[in-house]
């Protein structure tokens, strides 16, 4: 009999790479839209649905990848070299984006197409091994070991997101380097990516997918098209942020950063809660706090500094609960039916779970481009304005955390076999 998988991929490496492609990540959320309005000046609305199809794009090609590596186990052997030429890609595609010229669309959503299949080709197979370390460390456990890496990621991106904002007001612009920098550091961060993939073995070899489909289908959907909805409001706001004068130039370039901090603050806010609750009644209480949260943030901003700071940070806290515990219910679903379902099963629920995260991201883009097409303006907006954008988060948060709460993630019962 097979033994099962002791220790899965080593912490050390995995949370390099998780490090490394947080980076891209958190950079390319919070910086793209941003670039593509003030630095290639391109039209708020254009920007918005570039980053939109974009993001759809990516979505499109964790689907794909996940479904190969399913349908065609043998496929998993190139996963290493794969991963190799990505992360090279997408980290170069970032770093490029500041580089275009002015007006030039096309170059830009060339850019950022390549970023986005370089990201799946990376993001897929390291997310494949999150459960294999949630087997022996737990599904909280490996969900604090992301946040932790992602927020510290965003730390990063916050101060260069607070030198880049601050330099727009002094005429001079660090954006290249800035974001090259981001872009050099990622990829050394993701470099054992390969490594960790060819010396795991299963990309190699994996296992045979099982005749049955896997317990946590049902509530897998469900909970996808619930993230889906949850992130493209709550996102929305995170970045429309960056457009808002707060009356205080500190507070307005430091957004990022204020929000980054609370988002790692909320790792240990929130462990506790889904320690009492439970992962998945925990993740609802984040979406509904935070849907309450927006708007307030809305209507409290306005009377300066110092209300916007705790509000802003207030909202971040609550955020923050979203992006760490969604790990933690996706993972205690996969593992939820009892079996050992094969890399290339995990692959894929992964792949469906990036997809939905994804497209509700794109999603607060086109909202965000939106919203500024509505105001007239680029950049220094009053917080007031954000208030019919944040009840639109609201709606959306509160929907997410009803479908979740109500979504059936009951165990399906295995089929009898034929031959008894």
């Given at each position: 009999?097979?033994?099962?998988?002791?220790?899965?991929?080593?912490?050390?490496g995995y949370g390099s790479v998780h490090f490394g492609k947080s980076l891209l990540w958190a950079g390319e959320d919070a910086l793209a839209l941003y670039i593509l309005v003030r630095i290639v000046e391109l039209p708020p609305a254009l920007a918005g649905v570039m980053f939109l199809a974009s993001s759809l794009w990516n979505a499109l090609c964790d689907g794909l990848f996940g479904a190969a590596l399913q349908r065609w186990p043998a496929t998993g052997r190139f996963v290493p070299l794969l991963s190799a030429l990505a992360l090279l890609a997408c980290g170069g595609a970032f770093a490029?984006?500041?580089?275009v010229e002015k007006g030039d669309a096309a170059i830009a959503i060339a850019l950022l197409f390549l970023f986005r299949t370089g990201f799946s080709l990376a993001d897929l197979p390291h997310n494949a091994l999150t459960r294999q370390l949630a087997q022996s460390r737990g599904d909280l456990g490996i969900a604090r070991l992301r946040a932790a890496g992602a927020s510290a990621a965003a730390i990063v991106v916050g101060l260069a997101a607070y030198l880049l904002l601050d330099s727009q007001g002094s005429g001079s612009s660090p954006a290249f380097a800035l974001i090259g920098g981001i872009g050099l550091v990622a990829i050394l961060f993701m470099a054992p990516l390969p490594l960790l993939l060819a010396r795991d073995g299963r990309a190699a070899a994996p296992a045979p997918a099982p005749e049955t489909k896997p317990a946590a289908d049902r509530f897998l959907s469900l909970y996808c098209l619930a993230t889906a909805i949850g992130l493209a409001g709550i996102a929305a706001i995170a970045k429309a942020l960056l457009h808002l004068d707060f009356g205080a130039a500190e507070l307005g370039a430091a957004v990022v950063l204020v929000m980054t901090v609370g988002r790692l603050a909320a790792v240990w806010l929130w462990s506790p809660v889904a320690r009492r609750l439970g992962n998945r009644p925990a993740l609802a209480l984040a979406y509904a706090t935070s849907g309450i949260a927006a708007p307030l943030l809305a209507l409290l901003a306005p009377l300066g500094p110092a209300v916007a700071w705790p509000a802003?940070?207030?909202f971040a806290l609550l955020?923050?609960?979203?992006?760490?515990?969604?790990?933690?219910?996706?993972?205690?679903?996969?593992?939820?039916?009892?079996?050992?379902?094969?890399?290339?099963?995990?692959?894929?629920?992964?792949?469906?779970?990036?997809?939905?995260?994804?497209?509700?991201?794109?999603?607060?883009?086109?909202?965000?481009g939106a919203w500024l097409s509505a105001s007239g303006a680029a950049a220094g907006l009053a917080p007031a304005t954000l208030l019919p954008l944040a009840l639109m988060a609201?709606?959306?948060?509160?929907?997410a955390a009803l479908m979740i709460l109500g979504a059936d993630w009951r165990a399906r019962p295995e089929p009898a076999s034929a031959g008894g």
């Open positions: 009999m097979a033994t099962p998988h002791p220790t899965g991929p080593g912490l050390v490029a984006l500041p580089l802003t940070i207030l955020g923050g609960g979203i992006a760490m515990l969604c790990w933690a219910v996706l993972s205690e679903a996969l593992g939820r039916g009892g079996r050992q379902e094969s890399p290339g099963r995990y692959a894929a629920a992964f792949g469906l779970f990036t997809m939905s995260m994804k497209v509700g991201l794109g999603l607060s883009a086109a909202l965000t609201t709606l959306a948060s509160f929907a």
